[in-house]
Structure formats: structure tokens, C-alpha cells
């Protein structure tokens, strides 16, 4: 009876255990940046009042990139061939469909909704798992939303924006809701740990060499990355907010990622 009446705690503490460690992680983030947010001046971008902490934050980010994600990112590109990095790509693109349908059904947009139902079955069932990407050559496209795109339906403002560590840009409102959004990752589901952590690596390893051309681009477009880099993110993300699947001028897609310069 002792041991019935102390495992059933046990199992709840490590039911709720990721959602209370992402809850602790967003809470942590959010004290550090409302102090360092004291020390803003007044001439401060209304959007950015963050910005002493934000610009240490991308230097710190971009000492991390280029001593490690960068070499790692383009090591893979270079030996892993390109259909091998395609179906990567399409495999981690159509878990992502399954939770840009729970958030447009959470947004009431019944179209967006049956979009993004339809190409996770259709690449599912006939792209082996998501390898190929059917759906997108049968014209149904690819909508990305996720729970901080859902607050902003229901009117939660976005708040500053903000860099995370390692993440990269945010605000302070996605930042809130990314706990949510982690519980909504398909990868969480799998088992043992060693392969979920295995597929985690993957995703962040393909992101990275998929933008590798995104940095010349950068460093031509602007002389100031970080305040280009902000602006670019802010403004593809408030389309993305009034219409769902919506592309910057340049067809952008990425969350406010720069997108990839082409292979040469």
C-alpha cells in the first residue's frame, strides 16, 4: 500500500516535469531581460527598449555560432547529400504541419486549419513520413503558425522584441508561449531519450546549414545586422500574424530568418 500511494506522485512529477522546466526557463529569461531593460535610454526604439541586452545576447549567439553550430552546419553540407538534406528538411516541415493545424484550429481559420490536415496526411501516408513533400506538388501550401502567432489572433500584443539564447529573435510574447510550443513538438514524443535528443541535434544542424548563404547576404544588406536582423523579423512576423502563411516581399518564409543564398 506504501509503495501504490507514493509512486502515483512520482509519475505526476514526471508528467508535468518538461512543461514546469520550460515555464522556469521562459520566467528566468524574462527577469534577466525586464532588468536589464532598466538601463535602456530614452531614445531607445519604441519596438526594442531591450536593446543593450539584445545586442549582447546576438554577440554571444553569434560567438557560439561561428565556434560551433557554423562549422558543424557546414560540414554537413558538405558531405550529406542534397536529396539527404531535402528529406530532412521535408521530414522536420511536415512535423511542423501537424502543430500549425492544432493552432489554426485554435485561431478559428477553418482553411489554414484543412491546409495544413491535408498535406500531414498527404506527406505522411504517400512522402514515407514527411521524406517527400507531395502535398507541395499538388499546390496545397504550407501555412507556419504556432501558439505566439495564436495569442497575437486573440489580441495579446507582442510585446519587446528579444533575443534568446542560442534561439535567437523573439518577443517577449512568443518567448511566454514557447513552452507551449515545445509541448506541441512531435519529437517530444519519441523514444528512448538518446534518439529524441539524436533528432533535436538533426533539426538544429539543418536549420543552421540551410541558412549557411544567409550571412553574406546579411553583411551586404545593412550596415547595422543586428537593428536589419530585428526589423526584418518584427515585420515578417506581424504579417504572419494578419495572414497566416503570409510571405515577406522577398517570399520569405522562415519566421523572419534572412532567407538562404542560393548554391552557386
Known sequence: MTTSMTAGPARNKGAYGPATAGLRWCALVL???????????PGANP???????????????????????????TAYKEVVPSTVRTGVNNFFGNLGDAWSFVNSVLQLRAEEALSSLVRFN???????????????EMGVERNRQDFGLTLGRWGVPTGPYLVLPLLG???????????????????????????RNSLYALRAVDT???????GAVLEGAALDKYSF???????????RSERPGAHDANGDDMGGVLPPEPDR
Open 31 to 41: 527577469g534577466a531581460v525586464l532588468l536589464a531593460g532598466c538601463a535602456s535610454g
Open 169 to 195: 529573435p523573439s518577443t517577449v510574447r512568443d518567448t511566454a508561449a514557447l513552452p507551449v510550443d515545445m509541448q506541441g513538438n512531435l519529437v517530444r514524443q519519441v523514444d528512448p531519450v538518446s534518439t
Open 122 to 136: 498527404v506527406n505522411t501516408v504517400f512522402g514515407l513520413g514527411g521524406v517527400f513533400d507531395v502535398a507541395s
Open 47 to 73: 519596438n526594442d527598449p531591450l536593446e543593450p541586452y539584445n545586442r549582447s545576447m546576438t554577440r554571444f549567439n553569434d560567438d557560439v555560432d561561428t565556434a560551433l553550430l557554423k562549422p558543424v552546419a
Open 208 to 214: 543552421r546549414a540551410s541558412l549557411l548563404g544567409a
Open 229 to 239: 536582423t530585428r526589423d526584418v523579423y518584427l515585420r515578417v512576423r506581424a504579417q
